[in-house]
């Protein structure tokens, strides 16, 4: 079954440090892996797209690792802000016709001062 | 360039009665999608639309239902409401199926009493 599963579930760091975010995935056969970050309220806003081929992505703060074999991605933040402060989620594209995207549950991000 | 619009931003509604969301993509944009977001099962795809024509659907009852126009806007029905309707409703464009990034627009908020 094709499935995306994210850890944690939520997270609260202090302001300034560091964190990783994971995402395991068994779609197949898989074609890209994404990230977006959604403020609450909010549309997703892309972070990074990594395919099958790319092991790491970054935007800014924002740095992606991706490991085909393990089937598993992570999103790590550097130096967070308040503004980090979100739900991220992990979509995986399926690489078929169907063009069907599955989702992750997402985990809470919260950044305190 | 204008991101992806939303109409209405919020919607209240009473169970069995029928509403239409409104999504117009970003401009040149030929596929949108659309999805359902509940604080319980997070981002479900409902359908996806690409040159006027549904390409694929979710699991939802047939209660939903969509459409594209040829300038690429599309709406988005739902017909005989329930409670468990209720939820954030996105929509989100990209220039073509397999474009690898899709812009989500802000979402319609529809409460069903």
């Known amino acids: 079954k094709n499935q995306v599963e994210q850890s944690p579930q939520s997270l609260i760091i202090l302001e300034g440090k560091n964190c990783t975010l994971q995402c395991n995935y068994t779609v197949s056969p898989f074609s890209n892996l994404r990230w977006y970050k959604q403020d609450t309220g909010r549309g997703p806003v892309s972070l990074t797209i990594?395919?099958?081929?790319?092991n790491t992505k970054s935007n800014g703060r924002y740095t992606a690792t991706l490991d085909a074999d393990t089937k598993q991605s992570s999103l790590h933040i550097t130096a967070s802000q308040l503004s980090d402060s979100a739900s991220y989620i992990c979509v995986v594209s399926l690489m078929d016709s169907s063009y069907k995207l599955i989702f992750g549950s997402g985990t809470r991000l919260l950044v305190r001062p | 360039k204008a991101g992806v619009t939303q109409t209405p931003r919020y919607l209240i509604k009473t169970r069995g009665q029928q509403v239409t969301l409104s999504c117009s993509p970003i401009s040149g944009h030929r596929s949108v999608s659309w999805y359902q977001q509940t604080p319980g099962q997070g981002l479900q795809f409902l359908f996806e639309y690409f040159s006027e024509t549904q390409r694929n659907k979710g699991n939802f009852p047939g209660r939903f239902s969509g459409r594209q126009f040829s300038n690429s806007r599309s709406e988005m029905n739902v017909s005989t409401l329930e409670l468990g309707d209720s939820a954030l409703y996105l929509c989100?464009?990209?220039?073509?199926?397999?474009?690898?990034?899709?812009?989500f627009g802000p979402g319609t908020r529809l409460l069903v009493l």
């Open positions: 989100a464009s990209s220039l073509d199926r397999f474009q690898e990034t899709q812009y």
């Open positions: 990594m395919t099958f081929s790319e």
